[in-house]
């Protein structure tokens, strides 16, 4: 079938990077996410669920939509079952339900990463009796939401699990995954619970695609690049893997130490187009339809002009969306990027602690790149207290 008579339909949280994406593959797209953005690309149809999106709820308003093939986004691969009912009557692009199960559980990716020679964190169901740090991790875990510090001698609570603490500099590597092997697409520094981006805690706010020796570890760029290819290599085998994932990781020592999976498309894949022009929603199709992972060498890769990067900003009171009209004609900035994505509707209210939009921004390296995100994210706070004065 010609891609122009596909129709996808994409179900997520968030879709407006992967839709776009795809429409710009040559797809006909239908989303389904909680924000319906106003930068959405034109030729996507959008049904928006907002205060009400579950992984559930969207797989149940995807019965009334017609398409050829589903793809899912965050958070549907904590939700299998979801995933199977968005999927009843049409080809997944992603990875099945069974594969979910298994590589979403933090003691089967653990083992089979220790039994392959990679640097994985221990994780334990209960008290596990020692003197090191541990984290709190929810089993539906997504963004570093509900992530903490335990205190030793506590309860381990119901739905979570803990995850043995390891210092060093948060990173992931995005991949595309078939039956004969993986290609990694992107590498990139994780920003997470940053205040200039109104965050807290371990929540996830942003990626900044990089170089291996920009993480600043004690051993050569390539050793790092390298472990985190291994893991791609050692995932996509033993799970059996199909399109495009993410592994997360902290970088220490020029160990790529893995966290956890996300089997689905990831936010930083988006830097990843605007860096090298990869469209990674054809990537995505091509490896899931076809079997074919895409000629890319990631490691024979430079950019010119160093780091791009993306970070969301997040309300640090209740905001009234005022004009954005601003954001939304303003011209590209760098690479062909807009300095402000993900854009919500005039009058749309937007509780402290929820997404506002996204910057991005560009730099010579991750330094300068994250200077100029911050410095994006104080623009958007300064418009948004120029809205609240409005409305006083």
């Not at 999106?53 to 589903?70: E, G, M, P």
């Not at 009557?89 to 069974?98: F, H, K, S, V």
């Not at 954001?327 to 994505?341: I, K, T, Y």
Request: hydrophobic residues 40%; charged residues 20%; contains cysteine.
């Amino acid at each position: 079938m010609p891609d122009a008579q596909r129709h996808v339909l994409i179900a997520g949280v968030s879709t407006r990077a992967a839709a776009e994406s795809a429409a710009r593959a040559g797809f006909r797209v239908t989303a389904i996410d909680a924000f319906g953005d106003l930068d959405q690309y034109p030729s996507v149809t959008v049904h928006t669920m907002p205060r009400r999106f579950t992984a559930h709820a969207a797989a149940r308003v995807a019965r009334r939509v017609v398409s050829d093939t589903a793809v899912f986004l965050s958070s549907f691969e904590n939700h299998p079952k979801a995933v199977a009912i968005l999927t009843a009557g049409r080809a997944l692009w992603g990875n099945p339900p069974d594969v979910l199960r298994r590589v979403r559980n933090p003691q089967a990716l653990s083992d089979a990463l220790r039994r392959a020679g990679c640097a994985v964190p221990t994780v334990s169901s209960g008290d596990p009796q020692t003197t090191k740090p541990w984290l709190v991790k929810p089993l539906c875990s997504g963004g570093g939401r509900g992530v903490r510090q335990w205190r030793p001698g506590t309860r381990v609570p119901r739905g979570c699990y803990l995850h043995e603490f390891i210092g060093g500099i948060p990173g992931s590597i995005v991949f595309a995954a078939a039956a004969n092997g993986t290609v990694p697409l992107g590498f990139s520094q994780q920003l997470a619970g940053e205040s200039a981006f109104g965050a807290a805690g371990y929540q996830y706010c942003g990626s900044i695609l990089t170089q291996a020796d920009d993480f600043g570890t004690s051993r050569s760029d390539s050793t790092l690049f390298d472990d985190a290819r291994r893991l791609c290599e050692v995932v996509g085998g033993e799970f059996g893997l199909v399109g495009v994932n993410g592994i997360d990781f902290i970088a220490r020592n020029g160990r790529a130490n893995a966290i956890e999976v996300n089997p689905r498309w990831s936010a930083s894949m988006e830097l990843v187009e605007l860096a090298y022009g990869l469209s990674v929603f054809r990537a995505h199709a091509n490896a899931c339809a076809d079997g074919v992972l895409p000629q890319f060498d990631l490691s024979a890769t430079r950019r010119e002009s160093g780091a791009v990067g993306k970070a969301i900003v997040f309300a640090r009171q209740d905001v009234i969306v005022g004009d954005t009209r601003a954001w939304l004609s303003a011209p590209p900035v760098e690479r062909g990027m807009r300095a402000v994505r993900d854009i919500p509707r005039r009058g749309e209210r937007i509780g402290a602690g929820r997404p506002v939009c996204t910057v991005f921004a560009g730099g010579c390296d991750t330094a300068a790149c994250h200077a100029a995100l911050v410095q994006r994210a104080q623009n958007v706070y300064a418009t948004l207290a120029g809205w609240a004065r409005e409305v006083a």
